[in-house]
Structure formats: C-alpha cells, structure tokens
C-alpha cells in the first residue's frame, strides 16, 4: 500500500532558510569566518537563577500540568500585570515554545476549510502554515479595508513585528479589536518581541487602552525565548479571553501538548526575574544601534525597526542581490521575500550575535 507522507508536505511551502545553504557557504569561506545575522536565535547566556530552578526541578518523574503549576500560572498572570497592565482576569496557558501555538492555533480553535485568516503582508512564515495545516484559507492584508467584506474567522497582529521591527499604536489596535468584535472574529496578537520595545514601549492586546478591559475574542501570544535568551527551553505562553483559553487547554489536554514540569519552573523563575530582561535588552539597543550606523555608512536605508530584533534595510535592489552583498563580505541575511512578496527589496538584519560579532560585522560592512 502506498504511503501518504507526501501528502503533508505538499500543503506546506518550502522551509525558507533552506535556500540560504549557497549564500551560508559563500559567506562562511570569509577569512573572517562567517557571522550569521539571518535568524532570531539567541546567543547570550540563559540567566543563572533559570538555570538553577530549571536544575532543581530536574526529580520530575510524573506526567506535567497542560494548564502549568500553581506557580507558573501566578508568574505569568503577575508578570502581564505589572509589565504590561494586563487585568488579573486574563486567562492563562503555558506553551511549547511560541511557535508551535502559532502554527497549531486555527487547528485547536476548530477552523476548517471554510475559516479564512488574515495574516500581516510582511509576516512570520509560521502564521500562514498554521492556516495551511488547519486546511483554512489565508490572506495577507495590512488594512481591514483591503480584507473587504470577506469572512474572517481569526485575524493575526504583531506588534513589535518580524521581520520590519514595527510597532502597531494603540489607535490601530482599538480599530482593529473593534472591527473584529463587530464581525466576532478572533484576535490573535504576536507579542513575542513586546519586552524588547527600544525607546518606544509597545503596547499589549490585552491592555486596557486597548480592549477596555473586555478581553473577549483576544489572544496575546508570548515567549520567553528571546527576553530570557530560552530558544532551547521551549518556553512560551498564551493569554486572553479565558473562555479561548479554555478551549485551548482541553484541546491541548488531548494531544498530550505539555511544558515539561522543569521547564515550567525556569519560566517561574525567568518571568519572576525582571532584572535579567532589562539587561538583555540594553545588549540588543546597543547592538541595533551599532548596526543600525554601519548599514547608514554603507548605503542602506533603514525602515521601521524601532524594536524587536532586527533591522529591515533595502538598497532599493532585489533582495538575493543584497543577500549575494553580505555574504561576500561573510555575513549571512535574510532575504525580504522570506516575510511576504512586499519584501522583495528589503533584507532582514537579526541582531543576535555576540557584541564581537555585532562589532566585525560592522567594521566588514565599512570597509
């Protein structure tokens, strides 16, 4: 009997940073050796006090909560309303990480082939894998007069966005959540990157500015892998309108999607130790500044990235041009196209490499 392994694969679109592997060669024969500013994948130490608990909760041989301890439940709702002014009725629920929330999100919430999503035009790959995998329509659009009077079922914001470093004012964010609760759709805000805001402070979902304290139909997605440097832990959390949030978690209940019980106590500790995040980001204002002068002197114009972790730069060329460009002088990027055909001309600059790194790569890129 034939397998049907190919049946997956074919709803899904290439991973992108595959097609990187020629430039990735190209720019790792530098005699300086490569520096690869092509993804967001933490490169400073994970805090000591998350890895003692993570450490101290090692002795953990019985099954995990789906919903999360007592404590991390109490971290996550304290953490929202101190940082972010989040009311303590927001429902809560750990996560693997935040992308595979991301990409599980329409599935857990039922949507089928008759559900359309929106996501940004400039987005997260992950958010229309999420729709492909629920077998739902997707559609890129940046304004709700361009979704027109289609039915939408769950609308994706991201605030400080990947790949652009835009962050979406409280005016938007009321329109948006008004025109959704108008048409009962579904709000799901990525807000992996609201910790790190540079000098403008982004604003939640759930924040009373903007949801006038009704958290109904509001998600706010979250992790700990870029504000704690956790990427490898797999930590990440939702939060919201508890009626979704308890639909989430007897969906997640059955397909066995569980923090392991010593993750959840490194995110208790990490969510409980503000110090840490404030330090973290100075490193990245410091790095986004650093590159931010060097791509100026080099001819880049800079757009947008006010926060989050990268720098979205165009020549006003194609992008695998640019690519070609950085990875002559030994740095990897990514290309603008990776994020939606709108980036064609525009390359996605990550600031996580070491101060070193951030530092050569500068002095590569002026001279």
């Known amino acids: 009997m034939p397998h049907s392994g190919g049946r997956v694969s074919a709803r899904l679109p290439d991973f992108p940073w595959d097609q990187l592997g020629p430039y990735k060669a190209r720019a790792a024969a530098h005699p300086g050796g490569l520096i690869n500013l092509s993804m967001g994948t933490p490169v400073d130490p994970v805090p000591e006090p998350v890895q003692a608990a993570l450490a101290a909760a090692g002795d953990a041989p019985g099954y995990p909560t789906t ?50 999503v929106v996501i940004p035009q400039l987005a997260y790959p992950t958010y229309a894998v999420g729709a492909r995998l629920a077998g739902a329509q997707c559609l890129a659009a940046d304004s709700l007069t361009a979704i027109g009077p289609r039915r939408v079922a769950l609308l994706w914001l991201n605030s400080p966005a990947n790949p652009t470093g835009k962050i979406l004012p409280v005016t938007h964010l009321r329109k948006v959540v008004a025109w959704a609760r108008e048409r009962g759709v579904i709000v799901a805000s990525d807000e992996c990157y609201l910790e790190l805001g540079g000098t403008e402070q982004p604003v939640s979902i759930l924040h009373p500015d903007v949801s006038d304290g009704d958290l109904t139909g509001l998600l706010a997605v979250h992790s700990l892998s870029k504000r704690s440097n956790l990427a490898g832990y797999r930590a990440g959390f939702v939060a919201g309108d508890p009626a979704l949030v308890a639909e989430l978690l007897a969906v997640r209940k059955h397909a066995g999607l569980i923090v392991p019980t010593p993750v959840q106590a490194a995110m208790t500790a990490a969510l409980r130790d503000p110090a840490h995040v404030d330090a973290q980001r100075q490193r990245y204002d410091r790095r986004r500044e650093l590159l931010r002068v060097a791509l100026g002197s080099a001819g880049f114009t800079i757009e947008h990235s006010q926060a989050g972790l990268y720098l979205w730069a165009t020549r006003d060329e194609d992008c695998w041009q640019t690519v070609e460009f950085f990875a002559e002088r030994g740095i990897l990027v990514s290309p603008g196209t990776f994020y939606g055909p709108a980036g064609g001309r525009h390359v996605r600059v990550a600031l996580t490499a070491t101060d070193a790194q951030v530092a050569d790569a500068a002095d590569r890129l002026a001279g």
């Open 67 to 116: 919903a999360g301890t007592p404590e991390l439940r109490s971290a996550i709702s304290t953490y929202l309303s101190d940082r972010f002014g989040v009311p303590g009725t927001a429902g809560v629920l750990p996560t693997i990480g935040s992308k595979e929330l991301v990409a599980g999100l329409p599935a857990q919430l039922g949507l089928g082939p008759a559900d359309l």
